[in-house]
C-alpha cells in the first residue's frame, strides 16, 4: 500500500491551515465536521470563511505564515496558490514530524483525504493515493447509491446495545455471529424503513430467544476460481467474510486471500510436489475438529471444489460427522484460464465436445481411455498434467491424434502474470517445462484460435514462434 488507510480522531485538537480562499474552505468543512480546532494563517479570508470566523468557529490566527505557528499542533494543511509558500509549510512540519497535506500537490503529501461516504458513525473512504482522484470520486458515488441513509442509525443502535450483548454471549464468536444475524435480518430491515422503536424491539427479541450460536459449527467449500480475484463469485466474498478459520490450498492466489475476513485464522492444507504438504486425511480431520469447536469453517479451493478438488471426499468426512455443510461452486481452471487465453473451448468448426482431464494417472491404469481421449473434434483440458506432458503425447500421438495438432500450455492462466505457449502435440513436453504453474494443457483445433482472440493485456506472437506471451497488466 502506498498509504495506511486510518481514521484520526480530531475532537478538539489544533489544526493548522495556511490558506483562506475556495480550497480552504472546503477543506476547513471537512475538518469542523470532525470537531477540530481549526487556525487559519491567511492574508484574506474568502465570504465563507469570514462568517465562520465571526461565528469563533474558526481561529484567524496570523496573515503571514511563521514556523513556530506549528510548534502545537497536531497536522497542517497548506492550500495557498504560492508553490514556495506550500513548499515551505510542508519542509517545516516535516522537520517536526507532524503530518502535513499540500492540497493538489501529492509528492508534498504526507497525509491525504480520500472520498468519503459520511453514514455517521459509518464512514467509508475511497483513495486513489492522489493518482487517480476522479476514479476515486466515482467509486464513491456509486458506494453513495448503494449504502442506505439507515446505516448511520443502525450503527448507533447496534453502539447502545454492545453492552447488553456482550453480556449474554461470553465469547466474541457468538457476539459476532448475533451480529451477523441483526444486520441481515428483521432489526436490519425496520431500522432502513425508519421504524427504530420496532428495530429496538427486535434486537430484544433476537437477545432473548438467541441459544449460545456459537456452538453451531458448519463448513463451507468454496470455489476461489482459477486465479484472478475478480472471477471469484459474490456468495464467494460473503461466506469469506464471514468464516472464523479459512483452509486454503496453494492454487489460491495472494489476491483472493486477501479478501478473506482479516480476524480469521488461515491455515494451508495444499498439497505441492516438493513442498510441504498436508494429507487429504490430515485436512478432513481440521475440517471436522474446527467445526465441532462451534466455528465456521471455510475450505477455500482453486477453480471448482468439485473438479478435481476432492472436494466430494472432504464432504464426505463432514456428512459423516453430522456437520452441516454446503457448496459454493467456482469458476474452474479450464473455463477461466482459456477464457482469459483467448481460446474457446468449444466451436462449430473445430470441436463440438470438451473433456476435462486429470494428468494424475499412471501409464498402467486401465481407467484411462486412450482412444477415447485421442479423437478429434474434441478439446481436452488437463488439469496437472505438466509433469505427465510426455507420456500424454506419446499416447495421444501412439492412439490416433495428429501430432501437429495444436496445444497451448497455459502458466498461471487469469493472473497478471499469465503466460500462453502454443505450439503442436509432439513439442507438448517443452512447452510444458518452460510453463510457470500453476498450469493447464489444452490440446485441440480451438488453441489455433488463440492467436486471433487472445484479449487479456496482451497481443500474442504472430511470427510463428513459439515464445510465451507474457500479460503485464498497468
Known amino acids: 500500500m502506498d498509504?495506511?488507510?486510518i481514521f484520526a480522531d480530531l475532537k478538539q485538537r489544533p489544526v493548522l491551515v495556511v490558506g483562506g480562499g475556495e480550497v480552504a474552505a472546503r477543506k476547513i468543512d471537512l475538518l469542523l465536521r470532525a470537531g477540530a480546532q481549526v487556525r487559519i494563517v491567511a492574508q484574506a479570508l474568502s465570504p465563507e470563511l469570514e462568517q465562520r470566523e465571526h461565528a469563533n468557529e474558526v481561529s484567524w490566527l496570523a496573515q503571514a505564515f511563521l514556523p513556530e505557528q506549528l510548534n502545537d499542533v497536531f497536522l497542517v494543511i497548506a492550500a495557498t496558490d504560492d508553490a514556495a509558500l506550500n513548499a515551505e509549510v510542508f519542509e517545516q512540519a516535516s522537520q517536526r514530524h507532524l503530518?502535513?497535506?499540500?492540497?493538489?500537490?501529492?509528492?508534498k503529501c504526507s497525509f491525504i483525504f480520500p472520498s468519503i461516504v459520511d453514514r455517521t458513525p459509518i464512514v467509508v473512504a475511497v483513495s486513489s493515493g492522489g493518482k487517480a482522484p476522479v476514479l476515486a470520486r466515482m467509486l464513491r458515488e456509486k458506494l453513495e447509491t448503494l449504502l442506505p441513509n439507515s446505516l448511520g442509525q443502525m450503527a448507533e443502535i447496534a453502539g447502545r446495545w454492545r453492552g447488553r450483548v456482550k453480556a449474554q454471549f461470553s465469547s466474541m464468536r457468538a457476539r459476532r455471529r448475533f451480529w451477523e444475524q441483526a444486520f441481515a435480518g428483521r432489526f436490519a430491515s425496520l431500522a432502513s424503513a425508519g421504524k427504530l422503536a420496532q428495530a429496538e424491539k427486535a434486537l430484544q427479541e433476537q437477545l432473548e430467544s438467541a441459544e449460545d450460536i456459537a456452538q453451531n459449527g458448519n463448513v463451507t467449500l468454496v470455489g476461489a476460481g482459477p486465479g484472478d480475484a475478480g472471477l471469484l463469485t459474490l456468495r464467494g466474498l460473503q461466506v469469506m467474510q464471514q468464516a472464523d478459520v479459512v483452509l486454503y490450498d496453494y492454487l489460491v492466489s495472494d489476491d483472493v486471500l486477501d479478501l478473506v475476513r482479516r480476524d480469521a485464522d488461515r491455515i494451508c492444507v495444499g498439497k505441492r510436489a516438493g513442498s510441504h504438504s498436508v494429507s487429504q486425511e490430515e485436512t478432513n480431520r481440521l475440517l471436522v475438529e474446527l467445526a465441532q469447536q462451534g466455528k465456521k469453517v471455510v475450505r477455500l479451493k482453486g477453480g471448482d471444489p468439485f473438479i478435481f478438488g476432492r472436494g466430494g471426499e472432504e464432504l464426505q468426512a463432514v456428512k459423516a460427522a453430522g456437520?452441516?455443510?454446503?457448496?459454493?461452486?467456482?469458476?474452474t481452471a479450464a473455463a477461466g484460464a482459456t477464457a482469459y487465453a483467448g481460446i474457446?473451448?468449444?466451436?462449430r468448426d473445430y470441436a463440438q465436445s470438451v473433456m476435462f482431464v486429470t494428468g494424475h494417472c499412471r501409464s498402467d491404469d486401465n481407467g484411462v481411455q486412450w482412444e477415447t481421449l485421442a479423437k478429434g473434434k474434441q478439446t481436452l483440458a488437463i488439469y496437472m498434467g505438466t509433469l505427465k506432458a510426455a507420456e500424454i503425447s506419446q499416447q495421444l500421438i501412439a492412439h490416433g491424434r495428429a501430432a501437429t495438432t495444436p496445444v497451448a500450455v497455459i502458466g498461471r492462466g487469469t493472473r497478471a502474470d499469465q503466460q500462453v505457449l502454443t505450439g503442436t502435440l509432439d513439442n507438448l513436453e517443452h512447452l510444458a517445462q518452460k510453463a510457470p504453474v500453476p498450469a493447464l494443457l489444452v490440446i485441440g483445433e480451438v488453441v489455433a484460435l488463440h492467436q486471433q482472440l487472445a484479449w487479456f493485456g496482451h497481443h500474442p506472437e504472430t511470427d510463428g514462434t513459439q515464445r510465451p506471451s507474457v500479460v503485464n497488466l498497468a
Open 3 to 5: 498509504y495506511l488507510p
Open 99 to 107: 503530518l502535513a497535506n499540500v492540497v493538489d500537490d501529492q509528492p
Open 323 to 331: 456437520i452441516p455443510f454446503q457448496v459454493v461452486p467456482g469458476v
Open 344 to 347: 474457446p473451448l468449444t466451436h
